[in-house]
T-cell receptor
Framework: NAGVTQTPKFQVLKTGQSMTLQCAQD?????MYWYRQDPGMGLRLIYY???????DKGEVPNGYNVSRLNKREFSLRLESAAPSQTSVYFC????????????FGPGTRLTVL | DQQVKQNSPSLSVQEGRISILNCDYT??????FLWYKKYPAEGPTFLIS?????DKNEDGRFTVFLNKSAKHLSLHIVPSQPGDSAVYFC????????????FGSGTKLNVKP
């Protein structure tokens, strides 16, 4: 039981390059989330998916796209990376019927030069 | 504008003493409040939560207090242990959309042996 896994762990991109961050969960949770963490800012919600086949914007969606491929997988895509997207990205899931907790993956540290 | 604020970036406490971490919020629609603990290079892990219908929730050494009139919550750790040294985030979600979690900027706790 791996919980929430994220790949890659680290990535360096040049401005304008594209990449996809992958997230997978084996807990059979319906809801999945993507956050970014920046110094002094805490975690900010980029996009979320309440269930397979649905996605919605969070606080900071500009510059990102998401795909809920199936119940297990939720990917985050940067089409044209910018230095402002340098951050640590976390994927999370929420157990069904629970408003009081989320489970986080280990994070992806992304640097855009 | 941040809806959840942690105004103390850091806190240092002696082992065995009480640690008190504070959090303020602005949105009166929030009805669940959570605390997460985060070690370097790992994802946040859920610690304790409280719903807006309560003013206190206890779990072992950890107690969360909620003061709705002041829009303030605090996390008490008694007794503090060196293993508690980490960054602590408070978070909140609301009745209008329980898929949107808002995080504070975090407080780095250092428990000295």
């Amino acid at each position: 039981n791996a919980g929430v896994t994220q790949t890659p762990k680290f990535q360096v991109l040049k401005t304008g390059q594209s990449m996809t961050l992958q997230c997978a969960q084996d807990m059979n949770h319906n809801s999945m989330y993507w956050y970014r963490q920046d110094p002094g800012m805490g975690l900010r919600l980029i996009y979320y998916s309440a269930s397979e086949g649905t996605t919605d914007k969070g606080e900071v969606p500009n510059g990102y796209n998401v795909s809920r491929l199936n119940k297990r997988e939720f990917s985050l895509r940067l089409e044209s990376a910018a230095p402002s997207q340098t951050s640590v990205y976390f994927c999370a899931t929420r157990p069904p019927g629970r408003q009081d907790t989320q489970y986080f993956g280990p994070g992806t540290r992304l640097t855009v030069l | 504008d941040q809806q959840v604020k942690q105004n103390s970036p850091s806190l240092s406490v002696q082992e065995g003493r009480i640690s008190i971490l504070n959090c303020d919020y602005t949105n009166s629609m929030f009805d669940y409040f959570l605390w997460y603990k985060k070690y370097p290079a790992e994802g946040p892990t859920f610690l304790i939560s409280i719903s807006s219908i309560k003013d206190k929730n206890e779990d072992g050494r950890f107690t969360v207090f909620l003061n709705k009139s002041a829009k303030h919550l605090s996390l008490h750790i008694v007794p503090s242990q060196p293993g508690d040294s980490a960054v602590y985030f408070c978070a909140a979600s609301g009745q209008d959309n329980f898929n949107k979690f808002y995080f504070g900027s975090g407080t780095k706790l250092n428990v000295k042996p």
